[in-house]
Every structure is written in structure tokens, then in C-alpha cells.
């Protein structure tokens, strides 16, 4: 049973605003949850994190909904520089202390 | 501050050929991950670490074995490559399980 359901893949252009929804229908009580953006041949790198409601930072915003089984990312303005996969993780179900990655949603951003 | 730094880069084994992978943190975190990274497919976990001399399998662990004598170094050993083996392989590191994760810069490996 998949942790966490994300769209495989999606296309915007640049300047509009993206929303990639998460599910996480089996998220535990102490769970976070966290998105992190990967760029060919380069590591995974930190977006965002939140527990509840919403969180922003300079780079996006989290919107978690108060039953907190799934949440939406939201990347405000994208440009072509976001054409990247954009992973949704939260902590293991099972309590095991592990960073736990589906298979992400991969964004093109066209001009 | 160099964060997390694979060694090495790039590298082409032969099957059957034994090799280790270092991957060094800077930043005192308590824990350590290896990840591996087949084409257009996410991230597997093989194993991780919590702490000093503590390691535990991922998802993937066979024919991995790994290390953690030092807090800063996470070594993973390949005992006999197989071509199946043949991915790119990430480390990373955290301070916890909840917080932000750092990654390395990765290290290609192809078995032949």
C-alpha cells in the first residue's frame, strides 16, 4: 500500500501559478509532511514542510486540510527553471525513522 | 561547511568486483541514508542509519552492505556488483526524521 499518491506528471507555463496535491490517506498522528524538488543528475533538495493548515516560505506554499490526508504544494509564478520532479513524502506509517520517496510528479514548464 | 560529499563521482565495475561508496556529513547529523536512482523512477531507499555504530535496512537493501563507524561517514559496500546494480546512488543526511534533508551531489555507477 502506497504511502503517498501524487500525479505522475504535469505541464504548466511560465508565470502561471502550479498546485501538485498530495494524498496520504495513512498519514500517523506525529507525521510531517515534506516536499523536496529534483533537478536532473543533481540530489533531492528540501522545499517545504508542514503538520497543519498552511505554511509558506520564499519559495512555496503548503496547504495541509484539517483532516490532513492529503495536501497540495503550491509553487506561486512558475518560471522554466521549476521544470523539475516534485516529491511528497510524509513519515513512515509504521514508525520507522527512514525519508520514505514515491515516484514524485514530473513538472514541464513551457514558455 | 561542505554539507554532504559523495565519493566518488563516477564509477564502471566490472560484475563480480567488490567497491565502496564514502559519503561524508559536516553538519552533525544523526542521520544517515543511501538511496539509489534507476532512470525516471524515484528514489529507493537501501539503508539508513539513526546514530553512530546503529544501521537498518530500507527497501532495498540486498546485495548492499553498509557502515557507520564514524557519525560523519556512512559507507556502502557493493560485495560483488551485478549489473542490476547499475543506478545512480545518493546519500543524504538529517538531523532527524522530520527535519530538512541534505543530499550529496550523487555517484554513478555502472556494473558491466
Redesign the interface.
Known amino acids: 500500500l502506497a504511502k503517498t499518491t501524487q500525479p505522475i506528471s504535469m505541464d504548466s507555463y511560465e508565470g502561471q501559478e502550479v498546485n501538485i496535491t498530495c494524498s496520504h490517506n495513512n498519514i500517523a498522528t506525529n507525521d510531517y509532511i515534506t516536499w523536496y524538488q529534483q533537478f536532473p543528475s543533481q540530489g533531492p533538495r528540501f522545499i517545504i514542510q508542514g503538520y497543519k493548515t498552511k505554511v509558506t516560505n520564499e519559495v512555496a506554499s503548503l496547504f495541509i486540510p484539517a483532516d490532513r490526508k492529503s495536501s497540495t504544494l503550491s509553487l506561486p509564478r512558475v518560471s522554466l527553471s521549476d521544470t523539475a520532479v516534485y516529491y511528497c513524502l510524509v513519515g513512515d506509517p509504521a514508525g520507522f525513522q527512514k525519508l520514505v520517496f514515491g515516484t514524485g510528479t514530473r513538472l514541464l514548464v513551457s514558455p | 561547511n561542505a554539507g554532504?560529499t559523495q565519493t566518488p563521482k563516477f564509477r564502471v565495475l566490472k560484475t563480480g568486483q567488490s567497491m565502496t561508496l564514502l559519503c561524508a556529513q559536516d553538519m552533525n547529523h544523526e542521520?544517515m541514508?543511501w538511496?539509489r536512482q534507476d532512470p525516471g523512477?524515484?528514489?529507493?531507499?537501501i539503508h539508513?542509519s539513526?546514530g553512530e555504530g546503529t544501521t537498518?535496512k530500507?527497501?532495498v537493501p540486498d546485495g548492499y552492505n553498509v557502515s557507520r563507524l564514524k557519525k560523519q561517514n556512512f559507507l556502502l559496500g557493493l560485495e560483488s556488483a551485478a549489473p542490476s546494480q547499475t543506478s545512480?546512488y545518493?546519500c543524504?543526511s538529517?538531523l532527524?526524521?522530520?527535519?530538512?534533508?541534505?543530499?550529496?551531489?550523487?555517484t554513478r555507477l555502472t556494473v558491466v
Open positions: 554532504v542521520y541514508y538511496y523512477m524515484g528514489l529507493r531507499l539508513y539513526v537498518a530500507g527497501e545512480v545518493f543524504a538529517s532527524d526524521r522530520d527535519t530538512e534533508a541534505f543530499f550529496g551531489q550523487g
